[in-house]
């Protein structure tokens, strides 16, 4: 009797936590002491799993989307502008400083001085001299490193110094001054223009200069006036012609210390900062010259000066 009293006083106990838990929440058998369950404690909250119904595997979180690679910075600017928002500040325009043209002169001599100079990261203007023993070959050298070949004509000076084989004298006559020049051209050619080397006599010559600046123009060869003397009538001859020629600014290695070099290039740049473009003429012989240029070539790059050769600068092809 007392056994069958137990299991039935068991079994309501049971039945009374089935039914309050399909009302919502277990509630406590009568005479216990109930739990504040609607309030809990603030400080003693942490987050928890989402809860997910007996018999159904848990949701899994999505891993996060690739990132999107960046736009273009114009597209940046349209999406800021649809939304009003303040566009990525601008870069700063680039400041152009000027053109600068190196020409090199009396290459042919060796080709140990020449080589260092093929390396020149930039445009340049390599000038060979004619009838030396390595005068083809520098050539070739030149245009396969895709440097800029000069003929550098050599002429009389008013000193008396010796110009070297292939030269221009001031007692020739027409027809052999375009016989030497003809010779020079097809044995350093092609070339993309010509200069003088020394010269001082023959480019103040009208006659002469008038001869060459023809010929100059038949070839397609421009013309590169190296102003070894302030009396050359090369610039008025070419313009009574009606053609463009160059002519040098500065003259780097007079001095061939490297401070001194460095010295003669920043007087260039000046000049290229003030009037557009800027002509200097070193040599290959001026062992510290092709590291110097080497050295400062993208810094002059980075401050907005831009290089070309001789050619370029005299048709304004840059």
């Given at each position: ?28 058998l ?63 325009p ?13 290459a ?23 009838g ?56 350093v ?23 060459v ?31 463009t ?5 500065v ?35 001026s ?32």
């Amino acid at each position: 009797m007392l056994l069958t009293a137990s299991i039935t006083i068991v079994s309501l106990a049971a039945l009374l936590v089935v039914v309050n838990a399909q009302s919502g929440r277990p509630r406590p058998l009568p005479g216990m002491m109930e739990l504040d369950l609607e309030k809990p404690d603030l400080a003693l909250s942490y987050p928890t799993a989402p809860e997910t119904a007996l018999g159904e595997e848990p949701a899994l979180t999505p891993l996060p989307a690739p990132a999107e690679p960046m736009p273009p910075r114009d597209t940046i600017r349209q999406v800021a502008a649809s939304i009003g928002a303040a566009s990525p500040p601008e870069l700063p325009p680039r400041v152009e400083r000027g053109t600068l043209v190196f020409v090199i002169d009396d290459a042919g001599h060796n080709l140990h001085q020449l080589e260092p100079f093929l390396l020149f990261p930039g445009p340049i203007t390599i000038a060979v001299l004619p009838g030396l023993s390595h005068s083809v070959e520098a050539a070739r050298r030149i245009r396969e490193a895709g440097k800029e070949v000069f003929l550098h004509q050599p002429m009389e000076a008013v000193g008396g110094e010796d110009p070297g084989p292939g030269a221009i004298y001031s007692w020739m006559g027409n027809e052999e001054i375009l016989e030497i020049l003809s010779r020079n051209l097809a044995e350093v050619g092609p070339v993309a223009g010509m200069n003088n080397h020394q010269g001082s006599k023959i480019t103040a010559d009208e006659r002469i200069m008038e001869t060459v600046l023809a010929f100059s123009q038949e070839h397609g060869i421009p013309f590169l006036d190296s102003k070894t003397t302030a009396m050359s009538v090369a610039p008025a001859i070419a313009r009574r012609m009606g053609i463009t020629i160059g002519k040098r600014n500065v003259f780097i290695d007079n001095q061939q210390d490297r401070l001194s070099m460095n010295h003669a290039i920043e007087g260039g740049l000046r000049i290229a900062s003030r009037g557009g473009n800027a002509v200097m003429i070193g040599h290959v012989w001026s062992p510290e010259l092709a590291p110097l240029l080497k050295d400062l070539y993208q810094d002059l790059v980075d401050q907005g000066f831009r290089f070309a050769t001789a050619s370029q600068l005299i048709a304004g092809d840059f």
